[in-house]
């Protein structure tokens, strides 16, 4: 079966054609601008070069029309629409409702709806994506696969805040976690590298990209992760700020004079790596260039993300009672050494051993400790896309 995998944002939808057999990557796409001037559709058929059109798109559903124009055309074509047996749609917010990836109907799409507010910049561009995909394919089914879903398994110790109990029962303010989907997939992965039953493994999954978060995974469950209730909360990341005392968000509205959106927005935005380079960068490179040049700003920043990171790690391990497996992935975990090494250079207090060596290993899967470590340390590159389109086919076979 032929799946197609949709991520919709609010102005971009990214989107794959994966073939459920071979699981290999059929075309992928990004239609960005839509909505706004200047909209285009960018995409890659397997094999071949990157097509670029510049098309006008008012909305997301002339973006899916498009999608499946890329798709279908005689042209450059990959298949025929009726080809499509299901679509997969990346969800971010499920709240408690979702501790799995679910078939779409009419219910469904009202509790996606229902938890909107926990998730407002990107459940409602989610469903448009859904409604969107219903109105060009009719009939075909449709499967979401919810960030939130695998962490859904953290006991209430883990999730729950120091708020008064009522807000939790009101308002459901929680930890809920993101990168589910990533921090599932590569537990699952890391466990079959090893040759081991994930039931018999006390794991810690890093997954670091431009946005950051940690998983303990104990006997192949989630019991505890770094975001909460948004995705704000927990590692430094590329522009976010990770875990802040509150009150410094009241303390900059007043020195400042400004407003909680702007706060928000600084906290999201312009914080993380980014601010505390001194707006050097909030990408890795730079600030492993930066860092090498004696840049101030990049070691600040490289070393409190570090230090956040092990702070982290520790935590998880007495919170599991011991840890056998390290994972690192996403775009940082899974291509910076540099960083990598800093990490496990503090890891010593639990027998971890990194392999300089293996360690320049990039994108690939690799066993980084040596073979007296005490923990395993792994690079387990992500694939959110292949694992929406596994829950996909399972549900729609
Ligand atoms: P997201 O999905 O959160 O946008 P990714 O997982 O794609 O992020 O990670 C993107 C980040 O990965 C970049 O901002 C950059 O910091 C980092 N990155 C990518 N390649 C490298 C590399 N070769 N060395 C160091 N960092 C890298």
């Given at each position: 079966?032929?799946?197609?995998?949709?991520?919709?944002?609010?102005?971009?939808?990214?989107?794959?054609?994966?073939?459920?057999?071979?699981?290999?990557?059929?075309?992928?796409?990004?239609?960005?601008?839509?909505?706004?001037?200047?909209?285009?559709?960018?995409?890659?058929?397997?094999?071949?070069?990157?097509?670029?059109?510049?098309?006008?798109?008012?909305?997301?559903?002339?973006?899916?029309?498009?999608?499946?124009?890329?798709?279908?055309?005689?042209?450059?074509?990959?298949?025929?629409?009726?080809?499509?047996?299901?679509?997969?749609?990346?969800?971010?917010?499920?709240?408690?409702?979702?501790?799995?990836?679910?078939?779409?109907?009419?219910?469904?799409?009202?509790?996606?709806?229902?938890?909107?507010?926990?998730?407002?910049?990107?459940?409602?561009?989610?469903?448009?994506?859904?409604?969107?995909?219903?109105?060009?394919?009719?009939?075909?089914?449709?499967?979401?696969?919810?960030?939130?879903?695998?962490?859904?398994?953290?006991?209430?110790?883990?999730?729950?805040?120091?708020?008064?109990?009522?807000?939790?029962?009101?308002?459901?303010?929680?930890?809920?976690?993101?990168?589910?989907?990533?921090?599932?997939?590569?537990?699952?992965?890391?466990?079959?590298?090893?040759?081991?039953?994930?039931?018999?493994?006390?794991?810690?999954?890093?997954?670091?990209?431009n946005?950051?978060?940690?998983?303990?995974?104990?006997?192949?469950?989630?019991?505890?992760?770094?975001?909460?209730?948004?995705?704000?909360?927990?590692?430094?990341?590329g522009t976010?700020?990770?875990?802040?005392?509150?009150?410094?968000?009241?303390?900059?509205?007043?020195?400042?004079?400004?407003?909680?959106?702007?706060?928000?927005?600084?906290?999201?935005?312009?914080?993380g790596v980014f601010g505390l380079s001194d707006e050097l960068s909030s990408d890795f490179r730079d600030l492993e260039a930066g860092y090498n040049d004696g840049h101030a700003g990049a070691r600040r920043a490289v070393?409190?993300f570090?230090?956040?990171?092990?702070?982290?790690?520790?935590?998880?391990?007495?919170?599991?009672?011991?840890?056998?497996?390290?994972?690192?992935?996403?775009g940082v975990?899974?291509n910076s050494?540099f960083v990598?090494?800093?990490?496990?250079?503090?890891?010593?207090?639990?027998?971890?051993?990194?392999?300089?060596?293996?360690?320049?290993?990039?994108?690939?899967?690799?066993?980084?400790?040596?073979?007296?470590?005490?923990?395993?340390?792994?690079?387990?590159?992500?694939?959110?896309?292949?694992?929406?389109?596994?829950?996909?086919?399972?549900?729609?076979?």
């Open positions: 079966m032929k799946i197609l995998v949709i991520n919709c944002g609010s102005s971009s939808l990214k989107f794959q054609l994966i073939d459920s057999d071979s699981e290999a990557v059929i075309c992928k796409g990004l239609c960005e601008r839509i909505g706004i001037e200047g909209s285009q559709i960018v995409y890659t058929p397997a094999g071949k070069d990157k097509i670029t059109k510049v098309e006008p798109m008012p909305d997301h559903n002339r973006a899916i029309e498009l999608v499946i124009e890329a798709l279908t055309n005689a042209e450059n074509g990959v298949v025929k629409l009726e080809e499509i047996g299901a679509v997969g749609h990346r969800i971010v917010h499920g709240g408690e409702k979702f501790t799995k990836s679910v078939i779409i109907n009419d219910e469904v799409i009202k509790a996606i709806e229902d938890v909107s507010d926990l998730a407002p910049l990107h459940n409602p561009a989610n469903l448009i994506g859904i409604r969107a995909c219903q109105k060009v394919m009719p009939g075909v089914p449709m499967v979401a696969v919810f960030d939130t879903a695998f962490h859904q398994t953290m006991p209430q110790d883990a999730y729950l805040y120091g708020l008064p109990y009522s807000y939790y029962e009101k308002y459901g303010i929680r930890r809920y976690g993101f990168h589910g989907t990533s921090h599932s997939f590569v537990s699952k992965r890391a466990a079959e590298i090893l040759g081991k039953d994930a039931k018999d493994l006390k794991m810690i999954v890093c997954h670091l990209g946005g950051a978060s940690l998983s303990a995974v104990d006997g192949g469950k989630c019991i505890d992760t770094s975001m909460g209730l948004t995705p704000l909360e927990g590692l430094i990341m976010r700020t990770g875990d802040i005392d509150p009150s410094v968000v009241e303390f900059i509205m007043k020195k400042e004079n400004s407003s909680v959106a702007d706060v928000t927005n600084l906290l999201n935005k312009k914080s070393d409190t570090v230090y956040r990171v092990v702070k982290y790690i520790g935590s998880y391990t007495a919170a599991m009672g011991g840890v056998d497996v390290i994972c690192f992935t996403a975990g899974e050494g990598r090494k800093l990490i496990c250079d503090r890891l010593g207090f639990i027998g971890a051993k990194i392999d300089v060596e293996a360690n320049k290993v990039r994108g690939e899967e690799k066993t980084i400790s040596t073979a007296d470590s005490k923990v395993t340390l792994l690079v387990v590159p992500t694939n959110e896309e292949l694992a929406i389109a596994r829950d996909t086919y399972a549900l729609c076979k």
